[in-house]
C-alpha cells in the first residue's frame, strides 16, 4: 500500500520522475527517489533506503525535502545539528559561569562544585559533573597555572640527590 502524502500530487510526482530521469546530481537523484518510490510504488521507507544506499533517518529527510526543494527554496545541512538536548542557552551558561570567572581571574580557583550547585538550581535538574565540566570547555576555560610541583614528589630526597650526586 503506497503512502498518502498531501505532498504527493500529481505535479510532484512528475516533477520527480523528471529529475530522476533528467539529473546528474547525486542527492538531487536520492532526493526524488526518497519521494517517488513511497508515494508511487508503495515502498516502506526502510525499504527505500535499501534501494538508495541511505540510512533511514536520512531517507525520511530527503523525502520530507523533496516538495521544499521543487519549489526553488533551499536546504542545507547546516540545519541539522545543534544542541537539541540543552538545558540552557549559550549565553545563559555566559552569564551564569561570569561570577565564576571573575573571581577565577582575581587569582582565585575554579571549583566545579559551586558551580554545579548554582547550575542545578537555574535549571532545577540534577546533572553530573561531566555535565560541568563539558560547560567550561565550551565556554574555553582551561586551567591556566601549572602544578608547582609533581604530587609524587618528595623534596627532602631530592635535596639529599643534590648534596650526594657526582660532580661532573
Known sequence: MSRKCKE???NSLKKAEDIIRTTRD????????????????GFSLEQVAAI?????ATTERLRKEFPVAINNKKTSRKDWGGRRRQNMTFDEEQN????????AKEGGILIVTPIKIAYEEKTGKNVAESTIYRMLARHN???????????????????EYKKNSPKS
Not at 538508495?52 to 533511514?56: T, W
Not at 551564569?96 to 573571581?103: E, G, R
Not at 576555560?141 to 635535596?159: C, F, G, M, T, V
Open 8 to 10: 504527493a500530487g500529481n
Open 26 to 41: 547525486a542527492h538531487e537523484l536520492r532526493r526524488a527517489q526518497a519521494f517517488l518510490l513511497p508515494y508511487a510504488f
Open 96 to 103: 551564569l559561569l561570569a561570577p565564576f570567572f571573575d573571581k
Open 141 to 159: 576555560w582551561r586551567k591556566l597555572a601549572p602544578d608547582r610541583r609533581h604530587p609524587k614528589s618528595n623534596p627532602a630526597l631530592q635535596e
Open 52 to 56: 538508495i544506499g541511505k540510512s533511514y
